[in-house]
């Protein structure tokens, strides 16, 4: 880290009385930093064996980090100066005072210019006197200057490639025995519960041999992934936790947190079992350990039971692990090294950019080959050996890194960890020390990139390293972070979700993660060492208990970074007496509790990164605006946040504000066009005009990824509204555009049509979201998306759009996979199209539809047609009816009864049109005019609102189209509808309904069901039941029927004589006692009953003695029963928790 702080020194002591007019000290310092600088390497590899260098090297990192908060804590002092001269005031109102903080910057009590120039004088006396010993020291050791190796090449990508790899080299034998299992019959969705049962594979080998990555591919195998409902990977590493596994299974499952601690195992075992046991799972355990046999009984009684049917795969480095798991000798796969002419084609897809055999000279192939032969067969070796060839084009080049290996060599082969230490030794300086910063997460730690490179700049690790501002650091950072990826020293590099995007798995991928394989992040560890990245410089800190943060700095004062990564929040932050000498520059307390509500930043002057974010924070300091050098600030889902400070447009420095998900607050500071260097601004309240907080504030802004525009209503005309300037900003890829609530929208001037046309952003967007606008027309750019160049939205969202009677032309966009379009009550039909666009696919790309509150919507689809009356062309409504009918929409007369020939017609069109082909998600409330329904055979989960007989028929339809692939199905009745039971579907559906695959059925205050017969035969794992307060009876579900929930169903009577479950859930405030038909089920493996305060007993009978697990929540009474009570003795037996 040192080199990297001196390249930034360097250039700041060069500068003519930098320092008060004290040339001759800072000349002293540039000359040793200059000396010094090209001899840290011999330094460095020297320091590995002799105990004096390592010594001399502490010792000179410790004074260059000293000397680094000397200039900064007078840069500060220059900015506070200016800040003070432009009239900068505090929360008080009264002027901030640099003199003072000069004085509390460098510990000098006396209250004057003088004394304050006194206490930099002796600071930096002090730091010349250890600069001249560790000088004269390091001539004796006599270190040589080495050759920097460069970063970046022109030939080298800039992009990452994301994509699955299409085949693994050298394991086609291992990948056909696992095919070979036939995972069908033990991991295939829809099963008769007899043939079901759990089995375990296990993938074994020493480390770096390919174990994870084989498992990466056998689960992304289309034959092997189509037989579940899920792939669930969870990476274990040296800690076996049971509760960490359990949840981290359960939240790939739900697709979110599920919010339970990793340390409430019951309740995690009842959540698992509600959820698992919904379809068949996949579940890798990667890279376990030796681990206790009493653990891997208690994972497998709580995880793999053979109800379930989870197909295990375990990779570990030791054999006894899968023994431990039941895996059988033919489920046992031992990888060997590659052979010669395996590891051969491996390294060349990694070194050549091009076919070797080809392109490559004959010299290089010589070398390559004894790179391959010692490299022994590791598929991590010949990756990180090719990714670290690939860059040299020269046999020089190749013949160095030879000589390198051949030092570590035995037998003519060098073990991984070797291989390891060649390719980091073989990268440049920068790099090296971002690599050794990554220590500081914890094993098997998922690392965002966007997080990474801020946590890289903050601590000055993307300087240049001529010192130059050429380059933005954001842009540096993804060069190093594409550098580590491509040599392999990060692993599963992938997309995911945007955590501040809109959450479905559908949705745009904008964040990048990767991890560190334990092997290199030993490396990493050394490396840490080597360049000073450890305690007390970087701290990585857990929430289990309270978090002091004077303490912690006060005990470690030149700690630089203090990092919360691996828990989902704090719960007791101490952060109100900083003390004023520290040196922190990143400090990240994602959802942090503070004691007293109290924040105190003002002595954190050296801050670059702070992440607040999800903590319960009401107000931000003023005091935080005297964080001068601040690039990051994250306090996006500070839920009760509501101010932020007056005078933030002197934290000029800051380059990335995450301000999203804070509902409560309303206004912006003023005069945000000074903050210059802003990229990322992820919300932006637009405030009244000649204040410094209207739209034009962000014009020369050069913002990118997320912004959210809110209180458009607030921008009066055109003009202003093309302030904003978004076409130019073309690093956005997320666009809300909001202009308030629907009564702001109808009490203005309605100009929303020219400030949506004025706000055109540019056409690379990948998510646009439009609220509360008030005209009938959307602005021309988005009017015909695809013939202004929108073709790369993959979410649209409209929202609260009232006066919209159409859409636009939103069919056509190629790759749009989410639309969301919610409370338009004007809203008529989804799309209309022309004769001539019928060879076009309708919504070609779409994975999610949500439609909510549509109260007008008859149609999805209304074609015109374009005929000749009188010498005009018009759009005939009649004529659009018409077509419409044929596309499967309704008339009026349909609609009271009559045109019984045009319904025959309907159907017959709706069995032969398919148009939403790959959708596979859909939600439909509060639509009561919607009658039809177009075919989706793709589809797999629904939620709809049943209000009335004719949408109910919509969604029966949609689910029981023959081979439906449907395996969710949420159901709810909105709180407007009448109260008609549900269609008698015996008549007409019975013959068509195909509810086979049904895995889970959600019914929301929905009082009658009936369930058809070939429901009743099919495989319905799930039913839950909520708010159903006239249900009599739980229809009857099915054979396989495992989990029942009732919650909030005080009247049921009867469950259809089911008389097995894997889980029962029951809940009512009202009830009085359980119900009577409880000790009907014979076979009940978990009962948990939740808030029934009222309820005192459990019934007797046979029941009890048959019960595995019992869970009561908040019934006090029944509690005490099961303590105190008759059948207290077979009670105690049951594996029971409570929680009250």
């Given at each position: 880290m040192a080199s990297m702080l001196i390249s930034g020194l360097i250039p700041l002591l060069q500068q003519p009385g930098?320092?008060?007019?004290?040339?001759?000290?800072?000349?002293?310092?540039?000359?040793?930093?200059?000396?010094?600088?090209?001899?840290?390497?011999?330094?460095?590899?020297?320091?590995e064996a002799e105990p004096n260098v390592r010594t001399w090297l502490d010792e000179f990192n410790a004074a260059v980090y000293e000397a680094d908060d000397m200039v900064d804590d007078f840069r500060y002092a220059k900015l506070q100066a200016e800040a003070e001269a432009d009239g900068c005031r505090n929360q008080n109102g009264d002027r901030v005072r640099a003199g003072l903080f000069l004085l509390s910057c460098f510990k000098t009590s006396r209250i004057n210019q003088s004394g304050a120039l006194q206490g930099i004088e002796n600071r930096i006396g002090s730091i010349v006197k250890i600069i001249d010993d560790l000088d004269e020291r390091m001539r004796a050791f006599n270190f040589q200057p080495g050759q920097e190796i460069n970063i970046t090449s022109l030939e080298r990508p800039q992009q990452l490639n994301f994509s699955s790899p299409t085949e693994i080299v050298g394991r086609d034998n291992e990948i056909r025995g696992i095919k070979n299992l036939d995972l069908k019959i033990f991991g295939k969705k829809f099963i008769p519960r007899f043939m079901i049962r759990t089995m375990a594979i296990s993938i074994v080998g020493p480390q770096g041999i390919g174990k994870s990555a084989l498992a990466r591919f056998v689960c992304n195998i289309d034959d092997i992934k189509s037989h579940f409902n899920c792939v669930v990977w969870v990476d274990v590493g040296s800690e076996f936790n049971i509760g960490k596994i359990t949840k981290s299974i359960i939240d790939q499952v739900i697709g979110k947190d599920c919010c339970i601690s990793e340390g409430d195992t019951d309740l995690l075992g009842l959540r698992l079992s509600q959820e698992v046991c919904h379809g068949r799972y996949l579940l890798v355990l990667d890279d376990v350990q030796t681990v206790p046999e009493e653990l891997?009984?208690?994972?497998?009684?709580?995880?793999?039971?053979?109800?379930?049917?989870?197909?295990?795969?375990?990779?570990?480095?030791?054999?006894?692990?899968?023994?431990?798991?039941?895996?059988?000798?033919?489920?046992?796969?031992?990888?060997?090294?590659?052979?010669?002419?395996?590891?051969?084609?491996?390294?060349?897809?990694?070194?050549?950019?091009?076919?070797?055999?080809?392109?490559?000279?004959?010299?290089?192939?010589?070398?390559?080959?004894?790179?391959?032969?010692t490299c022994g067969g590791s598929p991590l070796a010949l990756n990180m050996m090719g990714g670290l060839m690939r860059f040299k084009k020269q046999p020089e080049e190749w013949q160095r890194v030879i000589n390198q290996l051949e030092n570590y060599t035995v037998d003519g082969v060098a073990t991984v960890e070797k291989i390891i230490k060649v390719c980091y030794d073989n990268l440049c300086s920068q790099v090296k020390q971002c690599f050794a910063f990554c220590s500081l997460f914890p094993e098997g730690h998922y690392m965002d990139k966007e997080v990474l490179i801020k946590l890289w700049m903050a601590n000055g690790l993307l300087l240049p390293s001529d010192g130059s501002r050429s380059i933005p650091p954001e842009e540096n950072g993804s060069i190093v972070f594409n550098e580590l990826a491509s040599r392999h020293f990060f692993e599963d590099v992938k997309l995911v979700h945007g955590n501040y995007s809109y959450e479905n798995k559908h949705g745009y991928h904008s964040r990048v993660t990767c991890k560190l394989l334990d092997l290199i992040r030993k490396q990493a560890v050394i490396a840490a060492r080597e360049f000073a990245l450890q305690n007390p410089y970087l701290l990585s800190i857990s929430g289990d208990s309270q978090v002091d943060i004077p303490i912690l700095l006060e005990t470690n004062?030149?700690?630089?970074?203090?990092?919360?990564?691996?828990?989902?929040?704090?719960?007791?932050?101490?952060?109100?007496?900083?003390?004023?000498?520290?040196?922190?520059r990143g400090l990240h307390l994602h959802s942090a509790l503070f004691q007293r509500d109290l924040l105190v930043l003002k002595y954190m002057r050296h801050l670059r990164y702070l992440d607040l974010s999800g903590s319960r924070i009401k107000i931000l300091p003023e005091s935080t605006s005297l964080l001068y050098f601040l690039q990051t600030l994250n306090l996006s889902k500070c839920l009760?946040?509501?101010?932020?400070?007056?005078?933030?447009?002197?934290?000029?420095?800051?380059?990335?504000?995450?301000?999203?998900?804070?509902?409560q607050l309303k206004k912006m500071p003023a005069h945000f066009r000074q903050l210059s260097n802003l990229q990322t601004l992820t919300t932006y309240i637009v405030g009244e005009e000649n204040t410094g907080t209207g739209i034009d504030q962000i014009k020369g802004l050069h913002l990118g990824g997320l912004l959210e525009l809110y209180n458009l209503h607030k921008v009066k005309t055109v003009t202003i509204a093309k302030e904003a300037d978004l076409v130019s900003k073309t690093n956005l890829d997320r666009l809300t555009l909001n202009w308030g609530t629907e009564s702001l929208v109808m009490s203005k001037n309605n100009n929303d049509l020219g400030v949506l046309e004025a706000l055109q952003p540019h056409t690379q967007l990948k998510v646009l979201k439009v609220q509360q606008y008030g005209s009938r027309e959307f602005a021309t750019w988005l009017a015909n998306p695809v013939a202004m160049g929108f073709i790369n939205f993959v979410e649209l969202h409209l929202i609260g759009c009232s006066q919209c009677e159409t859409l636009p032309a939103l069919w056509k966009l190629p790759s749009l996979r989410v639309l969301c379009l919610k409370h338009m009550p004007s809203l008529t039909c989804i799309s209309r199209t022309d004769k001539k666009d019928s060879s076009e696919q309708f919504f070609p790309s779409l994975k999610r539809l949500v439609l909510v509150g549509l109260k007008k919507l008859e149609r999805w689809n209304e074609e015109v047609l374009h005929t000749k009356i009188g010498g005009e062309t018009e759009e005939e409504e009649e004529g659009g009816e018409t077509e419409e009918e044929e596309e499967g929409g309704e008339t009026e007369e349909e609609e009271e009864g009559g045109g019984g020939a045009m319904c025959s017609n309907l159907e017959t069109t709706f069995e032969e049109v398919t148009i939403f082909t790959v959708l596979d998600q859909l939600e439909i409330t509060s639509c009561p005019n919607l009658k039809t329904m177009p075919r989706v055979p793709q589809l797999?989960?629904?939620?709809?609102?049943?209000?009335?007989?004719?949408?109910?028929?919509?969604?029966t339809n949609v689910i029981t189209q023959e081979e439906s692939l449907v395996e969710e199905a949420n159901i709810a009745k909105a709180s407007s509808a009448d109260n008609e039971p549900f269609p008698a579907l015996e008549e007409e559906g019975e013959k068509r309904l195909v509810w086979n695959k049904l895995r889970i059925l959600r019914m929301d205050s929905t009082n009658s069901f009936f369930m058809p017969t070939t429901l009743r035969h099919s495989l319905l794992g799930v039913s839950e039941f909520y708010g159903c307060s006239s249900l009599q009876q739980v229809p009857e579900c099915g054979l396989e029927l495992n989990v029942l929930e009732l919650d909030e169903c005080p009247q049921v009577e009867s469950i259809s004589g089911i008389k097995r479950l894997d889980m029962l859930y029951l809940s009512c405030i009202s009830w009085t006692s359980l119900p009577s038909w409880l000790p009907e089920i014979k076979e009940l493996g978990t009962l948990w009953v939740s808030e029934c305060p009222m309820v005192k007993e459990l019934p007797g009978g046979e029941w009890l003695s048959s019960l595995k697990k019992l869970k009561i929540s908040e019934c006090p009474d029944l509690e005490k029963f099961c303590k105190e009570g008759p059948y207290s003795s077979t009670i105690s037996q049951i594996g029971k928790s409570t929680d009250n």
């Open positions: 930098s320092m008060l007019k004290m040339e001759k000290e800072c000349q002293k310092l540039l000359n040793f930093f200059t000396d010094t600088l090209p001899k840290l390497a011999d330094a460095q590899l020297r320091a891997i009984w208690k994972f497998k009684k709580l995880v793999l039971t053979d109800e379930w049917g989870i197909v295990l795969i375990v990779t570990s480095s030791f054999q006894e692990v899968g023994q431990m798991f039941g895996v059988g000798r033919k489920n046992k796969f031992v990888l060997e090294p590659l052979m010669n002419n395996d590891g051969w084609n491996l390294f060349c897809t990694k070194a050549f950019w091009d076919d070797a055999n080809e392109t490559c000279p004959e010299i290089l192939k010589e070398m390559g080959k004894k790179i391959v032969d004062p030149a700690m630089r970074t203090l990092l919360s990564p691996s828990d989902p929040f704090i719960r007791n932050v101490n952060c109100s007496a900083v003390p004023r000498a520290n040196s922190l009760l946040l509501y101010q932020l400070p007056e005078n933030m447009k002197y934290m000029r420095s800051l380059r990335h504000l995450y301000i999203h998900k804070c509902p797999k989960h629904i939620t709809a609102s049943i209000e009335n007989y004719r949408l109910l028929w919509s969604v």
